[in-house]
């Protein structure tokens, strides 16, 4: 149980253009979900919070235009980077919390998703 | 804001036991978790401990937590190839219900030497 998939695995993308990230709870209900972000060799960079049916909460420094997240059901939520430069080509991971379950503390990662800007 | 530190690296031979260990500076946490991330891949959960425990045990994972020093740790017995990985530790804090962050630490790359 408590699967998270991401769709695609890996993007490669020309500059200027925007790219649309899926995060899905396979098998629970996620009333939450996290966007993080990896650089090479570091650890990972919570971007912002989404919940379901509302407006995502944004981290400091994350820019809300640029990275525009909607969660529109309770096991779907998408990242999409608008006018993609070569600076976000990043290591992008999803995470969701089962709002229900007995262990509704723990966050379940998805396998991430790998962006490259030309 | 909350920190979480962690060894960058740790080497250790096939078949001996690894430990890695974390300190955290938050007082509130409530849960501790330790991820496990294979190369290219996301995080899998191993386990966690609840800040009012202070072991947890399962198969070959041992987690020990010391709240007073704010130390965690995590024994993994008879190491072997497949745990080649770097493995995160984070905490995040029941403070706000419904509005908990997972705070990471910077992640240990655990190589095992043959």
């Known amino acids: 149980g408590a699967v998270v998939s991401q769709h695609p695995s890996w993007v490669i993308c020309k500059s200027g253009t925007s790219v649309k990230i899926e995060c899905r709870s396979l098998d629970f209900q996620a009333t939450t979900m996290f966007w993080y972000r990896q650089f090479p060799k570091q650890s990972l960079m919570l971007m912002a919070t989404s919940n379901e049916g509302s407006k995502a909460t944004y981290e400091q420094g994350v820019e809300k235009d640029k990275f525009l997240i909607n969660h529109a059901s309770l096991t779907l939520s998408t990242l999409t980077v608008t006018s993609a430069h070569p600076e976000d080509s990043s290591f992008y991971i999803c995470s969701a919390r089962d709002g229900a379950g007995f262990e509704w503390e723990t966050q379940y990662f998805g396998p991430g998703t790998r962006l490259l800007v030309l | ?114």
């Open chain 2, 1 to 114: 804001g909350e920190d979480v530190e962690q060894s960058l690296f740790l080497s250790v031979r096939e078949g001996d036991s690894s430990v890695i260990n974390c300190t955290y500076t938050d007082s509130s946490s409530t849960y501790l978790y330790w991820y496990k991330q294979e190369p290219g891949a996301g995080l899998q959960l191993l386990t966690y401990i609840f800040s009012n425990m202070d072991m947890k045990q399962d198969q070959r994972l041992t987690v020990l937590l010391n709240k007073k020093d704010k130390h965690l740790s995590l024994r993994i017995a008879d190491t072997q190839t497949g745990d080649s990985a770097i493995y995160f530790c984070a905490e995040t804090a029941a403070i706000n219900f419904g509005n908990e962050k997972l705070t990471f630490g910077t992640g240990t790359r655990l190589t095992i030497i043959p």
